[in-house]
């Protein structure tokens, strides 16, 4: 029997949710409050290597080349899940990049636990399923089980207690649909609050809230029918009201989630009268002030180029629909 790897390399893409999750039903667990439904994207990457050290006292763990504190132990945390599945204590160095700004509403949780999530079950030799790695991603972001899949993909709030069955599965490939997504970027700053603790905050003190939580099954369900039809129009229809009215949880929390800036709005009307003009494109956003405009193929230039000449737009982005986390490297050892 081969000895399992000590050191695995793994890659991640952030994913879009189109029906969004804010809330959570168990905080301990991380269990969404109501399931999701998303979009992986290609073109922005997480890599993330995982190497188990006999030798460390501590958990080493860089982020972006530099060591902090509060996400480190996160992360210990986090990696304790596998440490327990396989039996071991063993401390590890952890190294990840992204290739986008992190923390700035571009879903960097989404794709950095779902690579550590594959990078640690290969390089502990666990060999756990997709849906398993998507349960424990989840314990890091809610959003990152959705990122262990490709393509469309929806996240079940599950109804279980262990959360066990609140896990994503993949709904669609990426190339079954092949839609394009045009990220602008209006601000490279950090948020403010993250979206755990807006989301406790919304719980504790949106008025909307609750009403919030019972109007995402009926948004899944016309999200999924759209997306298995490919019908576009019932697609953008269900996701500008789920975004539109998770903003509205937001802003109505006490004190208010203001996550977006006057380029944000000033994106969104931009999207509206390119729709007025038969574009086929539309918006949805995040715990962030960056728009993103999903888009059939032949609008993407258009698109692109209105959004770029927008006043307090840095920087334009595009990306295809992508693959699921995987390994991209693994070692028999640490290097
Ligand atoms: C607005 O997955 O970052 O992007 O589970 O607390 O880590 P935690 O939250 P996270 O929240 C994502 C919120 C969102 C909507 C979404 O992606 O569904």
């Given amino acids: 029997m081969t000895p399992a790897p000590l050191q ?3 890659q991640a ?5 189109l029906v969004k999750y804010w809330g959570k039903r168990d905080a301990a667990l991380n269990l969404p409050a109501a399931g999701s439904l998303s979009i992986t994207l ?3 990457h997480t890599r993330t290597s995982v190497c188990f050290d006999a030798s460390l006292a501590a958990d080493d763990i860089v982020l972006n080349g530099e060591r902090d504190a509060a996400q480190a132990r996160k992360v210990g945390t986090f990696l304790d899940l596998f440490r327990a599945r396989a039996g071991v204590t063993t401390r590890a160095h952890i190294e990840s990049r992204n290739d986008f700004p992190t923390g700035a509403g571009l879903a960097s949780s989404a794709s950095g636990f779902a690579a550590l999530a594959v990078a640690a079950d290969r390089a502990l030799g666990l060999g756990l399923d997709a849906a398993y790695l998507s349960a424990l991603a989840r314990r890091g972001s809610g959003s990152a089980a959705r ?3 490709g393509g469309f993909v929806e996240m079940a709030a599950g109804v279980r207690g262990d959360g066990e069955d609140a896990r994503a599965t993949p709904l669609l490939a990426a190339d079954a649909w092949p839609l394009e997504v045009v990220i602008a970027i209006t601000t490279r ?3 403010s609050i993250s979206s755990s603790a807006g989301m406790q905050a919304s719980q504790r003190t949106s008025p909307y809230y609750r009403d919030w939580v019972a109007t995402v099954p009926h948004d899944l369900d016309a999200a999924r029918a759209a997306v298995q039809a490919r019908d576009f129009d019932k697609l953008a229809d269900v996701s ?4 539109l009215a998770m903003h509205a949880v937001m802003l109505a929390t006490r004190p208010g989630l203001i996550y977006w800036n006057g380029a944000t709005l000033d994106c969104i009307q931009c999207i509206r009268s390119l729709q007025m003009m038969g574009t086929g494109v539309f918006y949805t956003v995040d715990a962030g002030p960056q728009v993103k405009a999903v888009c059939l193929p032949d609008a993407v230039p258009r698109v692109r180029g209105a959004l770029q000449n927008i006043s307090g737009v840095e920087e334009v982005l595009v990306s295809g629909l992508g693959e699921g986390a995987r390994v991209v490297e693994d070692a028999t050892a640490c290097t």
């Fill in 189 to 191: 700053a950090k948020k």
């Fill in 147 to 149: 990122s262990i899949f």
């Fill in 8 to 10: 695995a390399t793994a």
């Fill in 240 to 243: 500008e009201a789920s975004c």
């Fill in 13 to 17: 893409q952030p994913n879009i949710a």
């Fill in 42 to 44: 290609d073109a922005l």
